[in-house]
């Protein structure tokens, strides 16, 4: 929610400090030379892009700092507005940009996020059963996405793999009941989670 207001936000900004500058520009009667005030600014932008870009990690299947590049490009649409002269557009725009980081972190922080996890547990033969497992599961608003099996014949064990997701606020935790009721079956060997 924060990185679409702000983006939103930035360019509603630059707009209305285009549509201020546009009226301080033309053509002088003894020249043939039009000035475009326009480019200074497109090329800040454009460059600031490129600095947003570097705020972007990717970890694994989780990508982070697109609110911190929607940030820098916001702060950046303000500065433009300070060094062009619309003070009062860039102190409303200081005033929305706090509102938004601050009150829509609160608001998010208590909607659900989509997470996902993968459970691995170890079973010896006389173990839990799938059916048992996917029950608990279930019942801890977990959703199975997907299920690998792998037997080792050789020691009578066998490795299952559970691709899980939920929808679920931080701190919120779905799975530490599902972990405990698991992890109290007798012939479970080894159980990992990895959220």
Not at 30 to 43: A, C, E, Q, Y
Not at 81 to 92: D, R, T, V, Y
Not at 156 to 181: M, N, V
Request: hydrophobic share 45%; with cysteine.
């Amino acid at each position: 929610m924060r990185t679409t207001v702000l983006v939103c936000l930035a360019a509603t900004i630059a707009m209305l400090q285009a549509n201020a500058l546009l009226n301080t520009v033309g053509k002088a009667p003894d020249s043939f030379v039009n000035f475009d005030i326009m480019r200074l600014p497109l090329g800040i932008l454009t460059g600031v892009g490129f600095i947003g870009a570097g705020a972007i990690l990717r970890r694994e299947n989780l990508v982070v700092g697109v609110t911190t590049a929607a940030t820098l490009w916001f702060v950046t649409v303000m500065g433009l507005c300070f060094g062009g002269g619309q003070i009062s557009i860039g102190l409303a725009a200081l005033a929305l940009g706090v509102a938004v980081l601050w009150c829509l972190k609160w608001v998010e922080d208590r909607t659900g996020q989509d997470r996902q996890g993968t459970l691995k547990l170890l079973i010896t033969e006389e173990g839990i059963t799938e059916q048992q497992i996917e029950g608990i599961l279930t019942t801890s608003s977990l959703k199975i996405r997907s299920v690998g099996v792998t037997l080792l014949k050789s020691v009578g064990e066998r490795e299952l793999t559970y691709e899980l997701y939920w929808r679920g606020r931080a701190g919120q935790d779905h799975t530490a009941e599902a972990i405990k009721q698991l992890s109290d079956f007798p012939g479970l060997r080894k159980l990992d989670w990895q959220e």
